[in-house]
Structures are given as structure tokens and as C-alpha cells.
């Protein structure tokens, strides 16, 4: 059963049986063990520490704007002290506006949802679930966590340059962010922007070469493909997604830089600013969007991919259900992974593309819906006649599913390029991807945070206010991006600083103060959470092994988390990770690691068709036990 | 008993330093009058500073109070809680409340919808104003009622398993990995309804987007250029033919760049509004001279990028008058506008032009009051030395798509 591909790493095999683990024989001294750490399960919580920290950053600048929304014609004085000269008077500047929804947009996309989701779980995950010591190269593990923190710090840092951040939006499309005398936000605020990021795609690739080549090199004895949990499937087709699509980014960025710095023309062309006449000629902004959504469109699901395998993991652990459908979960997710690069251009069906071009990826984009409809489906189904434990992971992945189903329907209409004619830049767009990204996204990685916390901490987070948590962020989210797909729908464009210049928006206004005020219930939700996740750091009530009675290796190791996870052998896999609830066996669980053999009573016939010797020692145990005991 | 300990000693140090905060919150207050909001919209000095500064402290003040709150009964539960294991009674089962709470979200949820479609469903846009619009409404209703009919199936689904399904000891879950007849049947049903929808939304598309050449060169031609935060309009004169422009040819009195080599140019009109005629073809032929900009109009379902080098235009038939649509609307100063959909900058928020339908005769009559794009002062700039070779404008003005 094992094939070449699943041994493990030699040397670290051999210096964890040799000398055992109980203690500590690797001198690690502040330096090694927090900071520049090459364990896996430090990285994974530096990753997700960071991630949290930038998604308050980011949900503050939020709120900064929704004020704005809400109150366009008051002067906040605590803004201007604050901001300073980026809310004179009180009043948010119209072009730190942007820069805040730039940077807001920026931050949880890729620091938030691509970082801090894959970078914390892909870490911790992968090699806890597969059965290997560590990853493939835990040195490169530790760069990819620092250059993720530089380019954090260099975005950051973009608020405190002159003329501030970037603010073209956060798909910065030239010639905007191409021209520093357009805005005042393509000044620095633009080249640190492009710095970070650059450094930031370099972060991604470490990571996901790193996620590739432990997952199909260093999985234990016995864990083929087709016994990896959901998780680590989504870990890998996420980091390949990445891998292939990332460089694309950098490819556009550099050439960006180069029109900025070097008066090349990739992007300009017959251009006159201020009344002056540019020279660039020949080139043209929409290979940008074609660069930019080349990778755009596969980061939205390099986004919801890893939290879709962490949910399908929750849920099936806490319906105390086999996941349903295993193998469509998987097939589905290669699908998004193939089709994810051939849509892209339903981004852009009114730059002006050739009309059978957008035809085209009419198409593309419609199929991509289908396995995303499977998925939602054999959710639903798992859920079906289950045994459902509430804990507040399994809130957040029922949140997960509720919402990408009314985030994904809302997909449906702007795939349709006739539909999106109307659709494409209004409200309608930003209600779709904060429902399916910004909340089911954040769900699924809220759900993982509940769910392996006692793997990260060896301690339990507190239930209560992780159910206070779920139902005001739950809420809150409907309430602040319900309403949004209604003022798309009456043609309110997106970006505007304030809907106070137009007759027709005015009727939005009330409606926007409503949303300001849900946006703000949930942030202040989220101290709740940050409270919790803090305190149970160091108070929280001690975990147990195995807290949530699952099945995966992750919960063999010991609670106190040590240095090559498991202090003996790695176990070995017999089964796949989801016999929850299987007849016959006395426990609702049977964790991976027990062989058939030990459980002749709750077997399968196709469980092991590829083990003769189970099969004769099944067979025997039958023919004693029957009729009185069936198997199916 | 660890957890117990450990949750007394949090919620102590957090009623503690609520207490404080209290104390410190009446001191404050008993200074000044409690200011009741934070917009003061004028700052003056000091006085403005010090407000600012107890709004916000009372606002904090606020949420920690709330917090408190959420401690304080947070610990009568676990009080509760206690007691009732100490009477051996079964403690809180926070499950089954849970569960329920899935089923009250989703009874409220559906409500909530139902209001949103109706209420805020109401203020949308009216029904299209133009001939492709009606089409581009009729593919919205279909795909609103099928996404409508799998929303509240699938969430009604969810959220009726969570509550149904809960957990409880006496039950087993159903082991049921896979059933390959259901998952063929919900892979091919979507499949079925998407084909249909990309059927009839490729068919849609198309006749909007792809407008024959014949009937281009019929349309009505209007030029807009955008910048920043402005459209300029130019219309053809009698010729009916829009003149060459090249970006390089930009000056103070020539801010389209428009080229006089090109004879057509000469009667061009510039005009301040966009006006055009019912029922009749209308190509908007747009570029860009500094970023990207977009052309939105909803009321007609038009939309189609400004993009500096590369001319782009979109073609429709307007059907329904400005006062047409005053009195349907019942507001008498209505006036269709020009949105920018594309971030262009700081004022992208505020860059507008009204756009007016009109009655064939009023329409001409307007374009009659139109002035020159040529105007003296450029006519003194070009010193008029302008002897132009006759083109073919429509061939060469060729504003066509972007063919990748
Ligand atoms: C059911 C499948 C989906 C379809 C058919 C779909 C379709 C679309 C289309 C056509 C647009 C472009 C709208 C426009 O700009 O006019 C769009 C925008 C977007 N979608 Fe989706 N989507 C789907 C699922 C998702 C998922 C799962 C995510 C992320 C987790 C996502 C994230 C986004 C984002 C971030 C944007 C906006 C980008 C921007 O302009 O800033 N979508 N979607
Ligand atoms: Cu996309
Ligand atoms: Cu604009």
C-alpha cells in the first residue's frame, strides 16, 4: 500500500526514534522558538496571529469609511484627530477615501484571506494530518512567514508617507495607478503598494511550494491520496492555483513598475493629464486587467478553496457524519481548480472585449457554478440525518454554507455578461463577493480557528462567546450586505465617497446609515472574539487529546505540541478520515489510525479491497458470526 | 473545577476594571453636561476638543457597560447552569438552544428576505428605457426566480437540518458516505438550468454587443471623451460624420485633440449635455484621455469602459422620454444621468452630465442651437492653414472593439 511517495523524511525519522521526545534535546533558545521558529506549528500561528491583527487593521479602516457612507455631510472631529490632514475638518478626504477601501480591500484579500488562511492552516494542517514531522522544507517555511510579515509592515506603512496609501482600488488598474500625477495615492503610496505585494507573492510561493511537495512527498505509511482529508485536498489544489497563477501577478506588477519608473508604454498610450500630452504610445491598460484578473480570478477561490476543506472537515466531524460524497468533493475542487483559470475575463465584459470573447467566458464562468453547486449540495447532505454537535465551529461552517450559497447564487447573474452590462462596478458586485468572500470566507476561517485552537494552544476557546460571536457577526453580516445587492440593482456604482451629488442616490442614504450601523454591531462583535481568543491562550479551559472525538491524525499527537509531532513513530493509516457514526462499532468515531482488523464488526465491503489478508480475516469472522451478524 | 476557577478569575478581573472605568465615567461627567452625539460639526478651539474627546470616552464607556452586561450574564448562566447539575438536573443544553435558535434565524431570515424583495426591491430601477433594456430585464427576472426558488430551498434545507438533525445521545447519525444516483441527478440538474441560462444570456449578448456594421452606420454617432472629472460631447454636423482625433493634437482651444486634416471635422458641434432623439440608434462613441472611466447609464442598461488609447463605443435605442420618464416616475425633475462606474479618482464620485431623451423635432431643434466644436479662437490657433484631403470618416474612424 505505501508507495515510494509516502516515505518520510529519513533523517528527522531516524532523531526522533532514536532518542524519543519527551524532552527537549534541540537547544532552542527566544530566537528560535518564537521568532525566526521553523516549526510548522509556530509558523502556522505566527501566519494566523498576523492574519488577525491585519484583519482588525482592515475592519477598522472599514468602519472609517462606512462613517463616511452613513454621515456624508457631518464633521467628525475625532477623525481629523485622528487622521490628521487626511479628514480635514473632520471630513474624510475624497482621496484617502479611496486609499482607505484600497487598502481595506488589499489587506483582507491577500494579508487576511490568502496568508492568514492558507499560510495559518496549510501550516499547521498539512503536516499534522498527513503524518510527517514537519514540512518539506521548514526553512523555506520560515522565510515565506517573513516576507509575509515585511510586506505587511511595508503596506502598513503606506499611511504614513505624504500623500498616503494607494488608493486605486484594490485591483489598481493603470493608467490610475500607473500615473503618479493621476492621484495623489499613485505617488509612493502606489510603489510601496507594488513593493509589498511583490514581496508578498514571493511569501505565497515559498508557502505553496513548500504545501506541494509535503503533501506529495511525506505523507506517513498507508496515506494515499485517496485517504487525505478534504483539508489537505484543499490545501493542495489551493497551493498549485497559487503557484501557477501568482507569477502572473508579478509579471503585471513589474511591468507596472517599469511604465511608473522608466516611461516604458505597456499600459499608456495617447494620453493627456492635466492638460499635458504624454509620449507613451502603443500600449494598453487592458492587458493589465488581463494580467491583474489572470491571477484575481484564481485568488478569489485560492481564497474560498481552504476554507471550504476546512469546513467540509467541521462539519463532518461535528454532524458525526462521513463528509457525502467524498470523491465529488474532491473532483469538484480540481474543477474549480482547472475552470478558475479560463474565467477571468467576466471581470472585464465591459472594457470593450470582443463580444464572442465574452461570449466565451459567459461559458466558462456558468460551468464554474457547477461544481460549486456540488459542493453546496453534499454540504447539505451531510448535514442530512446527522448527529449535530454545535459547537461554535460548526456555527461558523453552517454560516460558511448559508453564505456562499446566497454569495455564489448572486454570481449566477453577474456571469451573465448581458446581465452584467448593468451589474458589472455597482453594489451588486461588492454585496456578491463580501457575501461569498468577506463573510463565507471569514466563516470558514473562523471555523478553523475554533476547531484546531486546541491543536495550536492545547486549550479550548470558550463556547459561549464563541456562540455570541457567530450570531452577532452572522447577522451582522446579512444586515450590512443584504441591502447592498438592492442599491446595485437601482445602478449605485461602487467607490463613490459619498451618494450626496446624485438625486437618484439620495433615497440610499437612510439605507446606507443602517448598514453603518450593522457594520459597526459586528466589528464590535469581533472583540468578543479577539477577548476570547486571547484569554483562552492562557486561561482557557485545558484540551484533551482528541477534544471533538475525530478522526484525523492530528489528534494522535500529544496536547503539548512538540518539536516533530509525534513522539514515537508516526502512526500509520488504515482508513480514510470520515467513519463517523459507522455501524456496528461500539464508538460514533474510528479514528484513521485503527485497522481493519480491529474492527471486524462495523466493516465495509469495499474497505479493503486492497488487502487480501483483511479481507480472509473478515471473511472468517463472518462465517462465525452469521447469520446473526449482517454486513452489508 | 480548573475551568471553574479560571472563569471566576477572568470575569473578576473584567467587573473590576468595568468598576473602574464606571467610577472614572461619573467623575468625567459630573464636569460637564454628557454630550449626546459626536457630529459636532463645528470645531472651535478647545471646547470642541474636550466634547470630542467625552463623546468618545462615552461611547467607550457605552460598549464596555455592554460588555459588562454580557459578563454579568454570562455568569448568571453559568450560576444557573451550576445549580441545576447540583440538583442533578440536567445542565443548560446549549445544543438544543442553539438548534433552535438555526430554526428561529430561519424563520426570521425568510421574513427578512421577503422584506428586502419588497421593500428595498421597490426602490430599484424602473423597467428599462431603452430596446435592448426590456431584454436584459427579461434574462434578470428568469435567473432572479430560478436563484430565488434555489435560495430559499437551500436555506431552508440548511438551516431545517441543523435544527432537525441536533444532536442528542440516544441517536446515532446516518453513516451514508455517497449515493452516486442523487449526486449525478444535483450535478446534472444545475448543469441543465446554467446551460439554459448561458443559452439565452450568449443570445442576449450578442444581439446587444455585437450590432451589425450596417446599422453602425446608420446610428446617430455621438462622441464622448471622458477625463478627469468631466465628459466632453461632440456631435457630427451635417455631414453626419464625426471627424478624425488624435490625442498628440491636444491644445487649450482643442481639447479633444480633434484633427482638421479631416474634412469631416469642420462642422463637428460641441455641446454641453447629451441629447438624443426616442426610438432612434444611438452610438456613443467613447475614449479616454487620462485613466480609465466608464460610461453608465442604468436607466437604459448601458454601460460600456472609457479607456485612454483604445475606442470603445456601445450602440441602443433610447424608447422612453425624459418627460415620459418624469411623469412615470411622477417627479418632475427628473433627469437621466451620466454616471462614472470606473475609479478614476478623488472626484470619480461626482463626475455626472445629464443625458436627455427627446422627441425627434425638439432634438433637432437643439442640435440646430449647437455651437461649432471649431470654434474663433482655434480657428486662430490653426491659422487655418488647413487644406484637407477629403476621408472616409466612418472607415477610418474606425471605434471598434478591442479585437484582443
Ligand atoms: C458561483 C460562482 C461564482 C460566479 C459565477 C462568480 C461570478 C463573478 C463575476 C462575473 C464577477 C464580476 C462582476 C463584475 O465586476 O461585474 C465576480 C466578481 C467577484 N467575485 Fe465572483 N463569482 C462566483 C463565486 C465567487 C467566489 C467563490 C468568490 C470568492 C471567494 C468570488 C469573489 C469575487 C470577487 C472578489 C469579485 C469582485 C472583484 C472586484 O471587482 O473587485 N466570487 N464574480
Ligand atoms: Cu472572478
Ligand atoms: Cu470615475
Redesign the pocket.
Known amino acids: 500500500m505505501a508507495t515510494a511517495l509516502t516515505v518520510n523524511n529519513p533523517e528527522l525519522v531516524h532523531v526522533h526514534n532514536d532518542h524519543g521526545h519527551g524532552d527537549h534535546h534541540h537547544k532552542e533558545t527566544f530566537l528560535t522558538k518564537y521568532i525566526f521558529s521553523q516549526d510548522h506549528k509556530m509558523i502556522a500561528k505566527q501566519f494566523l496571529i498576523t492574519g488577525i491583527i491585519m484583519a482588525v487593521i482592515a475592519m477598522i479602516l472599514s468602519v472609517l469609511f462606512r462613517i463616511q457612507l452613513a454621515y456624508p455631510n457631518t464633521a467628525f472631529p475625532f477623525l481629523q484627530t485622528l487622521l490628521g490632514r487626511f479628514a480635514p475638518e473632520g471630513r474624510l478626504d475624497p482621496n484617502f477615501y479611496l486609499s482607505l477601501v484600497t487598502i481595506h480591500g488589499t489587506i483582507m484579500v491577500f494579508f487576511v484571506l490568502t496568508a492568514g488562511l492558507s499560510g495559518t492552516f496549510s501550516n499547521l494542517l498539512i503536516p499534522l494530518q498527513l503524518g510527517a514531522r514537519d514540512m518539506a522544507s521548514p526553512f523555506l517555511n520560515m522565510l515565506s512567514y517573513w516576507f509575509f510579515f515585511t510586506a505587511c509592515i511595508i503596506m502598513l506603512s503606506s499611511f504614513f508617507v505624504q500623500k498616503g496609501p494607494a488608493s486605486g482600488g484594490w485591483t489598481i488598474y493603470p493608467p490610475l495607478s500607473a500615473l503618479p500625477k493621476a492621484m495623489p495615492g499613485s505617488e509612493m503610496g502606489m510603489t510601496l503598494w507594488l513593493t509589498s505585494m511583490v514581496l508578498f507573492v514571493a511569501s505565497q510561493l515559498m508557502g505553496g511550494i513548500n504545501y506541494i511537495s509535503t503533501i506529495l512527498n511525506m505523507r506517513t505509511k498507508g496515506m494515499d491520496l485517496w485517504k487525505m482529508p478534504l483539508t489537505i485536498w484543499a490545501f493542495f489544489v489551493t497551493a498549485i492555483l497559487g503557484v501557477l497563477s501568482f507569477p502572473v501577478l508579478v509579471a503585471g506588477v513589474v511591468l507596472l513598475v517599469f511604465d511608473r519608473s522608466m516611461g516604458t508604454s505597456f499600459y499608456l498610450s495617447d494620453i493627456v493629464l492635466n492638460g499635458s500630452v504624454l509620449p507613451n504610445e502603443g500600449g494598453s491598460p487592458i492587458l493589465f486587467e488581463h494580467l491583474f484578473w489572470f491571477l484575481g480570478h484564481p485568488e478569489v477561490y485560492i481564497v474560498i478553496m481552504p476554507a471550504m476543506g476546512l469546513v467540509s472537515e467541521v462539519m463532518a466531524v461535528n454532524a458525526r457524519k462521513p463528509i457525502f460524497g467524498y470523491h465529488a468533493m474532491v473532483y469538484s475542487l480540481i474543477g474549480i481548480t482547472i475552470l478558475s483559470f479560463i474565467v477571468w475575463g467576466h471581470h472585464m465584459f465591459v472594457t470593450g472585449m470582443n463580444p464572442f470573447l465574452g461570449g466565451v467566458f459567459m461559458i466558462t464562468t456558468l460551468i464554474i457554478a457547477v461544481p460549486s453547486a456540488v459542493k453546496t449540495f453534499n454540504w447539505l447532505a451531510t448535514l442530512w440525518r446527522g448527529n449535530i454537535r454545535f459547537t461554535p465551529a460548526m456555527m461558523f461552517s453552517i454560516g460558511f454554507v448559508s453564505f456562499f450559497i446566497s454569495g455564489g447564487l448572486t454570481g449566477i447573474f453577474l456571469g451573465n455578461a448581458a446581465l452584467d452590462i448593468n451589474l458589472h462596478d455597482t453594489y451588486f458586485v461588492v454585496a456578491h463577493f463580501h457575501l461569498v468572500m468577506g463573510s463565507a470566507a471569514i466563516f470558514g476561517m473562523l471555523a478553523g480557528v475554533y476547531h484546531w485552537f486546541p491543536k495550536m494552544f492545547g486549550r479550548l476557546m470558550d463556547e459561549k462567546l464563541g456562540y455570541l460571536h457567530f450570531w452577532l457577526t452572522f447577522i451582522g453580516a446579512y444586515l450590512v450586505f443584504f441591502p447592498m445587492h438592492f442599491m446595485g440593482l437601482d445602478g449605485v456604482p461602487r467607490r463613490y465617497y459619498a451618494f450626496t451629488e446624485f438625486e437618484s442616490m439620495k433615497q440610499w442614504l437612510s439605507v446606507n446609515t443602517f448598514i453603518t450601523w450593522a457594520a459597526i454591531m459586528s466589528a464590535l462583535a469581533q472583540v468578543a472574539f479577539l477577548y476570547n481568543f486571547v484569554s483562552s491562550i492562557f486561561f482557557g479551559r485545558k484540551a484533551s487529546q482528541n477534544p471533538w472525538n475525530a478522526n484525523t491524525l492530528e489528534w494522535t499527537t500529544p496536547v503539548e505540541r512538540i518539536h516533530g509531532n509525534w513522539p514515537g513513530e508516526i502512526p500509520t493509516v488504515y482508513r480514510w478520515s470520515y467513519d463517523y457514526s459507522k455501524p456496528g462499532h461500539d464508538q460514533d468515531f474510528i479514528p484513521q489510525t485503527v485497522p481493519f482488523s480491529q474492527t471486524l464488526n462495523s466493516n465495509l465491503p469495499h474497505d479493503f479491497e486492497d488487502d487480501p489478508e483483511v479481507e480472509k480475516m473478515q471473511t472468517e469472522w463472518l462465517k462465525k458470526n452469521s447469520p446473526s451478524q449482517e454486513v452489508k | 473545577m480548573k475551568f471553574q476557577k479560571s472563569f471566576f478569575s477572568k470575569s473578576l478581573v473584567f467587573s473590576s476594571i468595568n468598576l473602574f472605568l464606571l467610577l472614572l465615567a461619573n467623575f468625567s461627567f459630573a464636569q460637564g453636561t454628557a454630550p449626546t452625539s459626536v457630529n459636532a460639526p463645528t470645531i472651535d478651539g478647545s471646547t470642541a476638543d474636550n466634547n470630542m474627546w467625552l463623546g468618545i470616552g462615552y461611547n467607550v464607556l457605552l460598549f464596555l457597560l455592554l460588555c459588562f452586561v454580557i459578563a454579568v450574564i454570562g455568569r448568571i448562566l453559568k450560576v444557573y447552569d451550576l445549580t441545576l447539575k447540583m440538583q442533578n438536573k440536567k445542565g443548560m443544553d446549549w445544543n438544543t438552544v442553539m438548534a433552535v435558535s438555526f430554526g428561529v434565524f430561519l424563520l426570521l431570515g425568510l421574513y427578512g428576505a421577503y422584506w428586502e424583495y419588497t421593500v428595498h426591491g421597490s426602490m430599484i430601477l424602473p423597467d428599462a428605457a431603452s430596446k435592448h433594456g426590456v431584454r436584459i430585464d427579461e434574462m434578470f427576472n428568469i435567473t432572479l426566480i430560478i436563484t430565488t426558488i434555489v435560495f430559499v430551498g437551500t436555506q431552508i434545507l440548511l438551516f431545517g437540518f441543523a435544527y432537525i438533525y441536533r444532536g442528542s445521545q440516544l441517536r446515532k447519525a446516518y453513516f451514508l458516505p455517497h449515493n452516486n444516483t442523487i449526486e449525478k441527478l444535483w450535478t446534472i440538474v444545475p448543469a441543465i438550468v446554467l446551460t439554459i441560462l448561458v443559452v439565452f444570456g450568449s443570445i442576449t449578448w450578442k444581439t446587444i454587443m455585437d450590432v451589425p456594421v450596417a446599422e453602425q452606420r446608420s446610428a446617430l454617432n455621438v462622441d464622448v471623451t471622458a477625463h478627469q472629472?468631466a465628459w466632453e460631447v461632440r456631435y457630427p454636423g451635417k455631414d453626419k460624420k464625426l471627424g478624425l482625433k488624435n490625442s498628440k493634437l491636444y491644445s487649450i482651444n482643442n481639447k479633444l485633440g480633434v484633427d482638421f486634416k479631416d474634412h469631416n471635422s469642420y462642422d463637428d458641434l460641441s455641446a454641453d449635455e447629451i441629447v438624443v432623439p426616442v426610438n432612434k440608434p444611438v452610438r456613443i462613441n467613447l475614449i479616454a484621455q487620462d485613466v480609465i472611466?466608464?460610461f453608465y447609464l442604468p436607466w437604459f442598461r448601458v454601460q460600456i469602459n472609457a479607456v485612454p488609447g483604445l475606442p470603445t463605443f456601445f450602440q441602443f435605442v433610447p424608447t422612453v422620454t425624459t418627460d415620459d420618464m418624469r411623469a412615470k416616475m411622477d417627479n418632475p425633475n427628473f433627469e437621466y444621468k451620466l454616471y462614472?462606474?470606473?475609479?478614476?479618482?478623488g472626484n470619480?464620485f461626482n463626475?455626472q452630465k445629464v443625458f436627455r431623451v427627446v422627441k425627434e423635432a425638439e432634438y433637432q431643434d437643439w442640435v440646430s442651437k449647437q455651437k461649432p466644436y471649431l470654434s474663433d479662437q482655434l480657428r486662430k490657433e490653426l491659422k487655418m492653414a488647413v487644406t484637407a484631403a477629403p476621408a472616409d470618416s466612418v472607415t477610418k474612424n474606425k471605434l471598434a472593439f478591442n479585437k484582443l
Do not use: A, L, R, Y
Request: with cysteine; charged share 10%.
Open positions: 472629472f472611466h466608464s462614472c462606474n470606473k475609479i478614476c479618482g470619480h463626475m
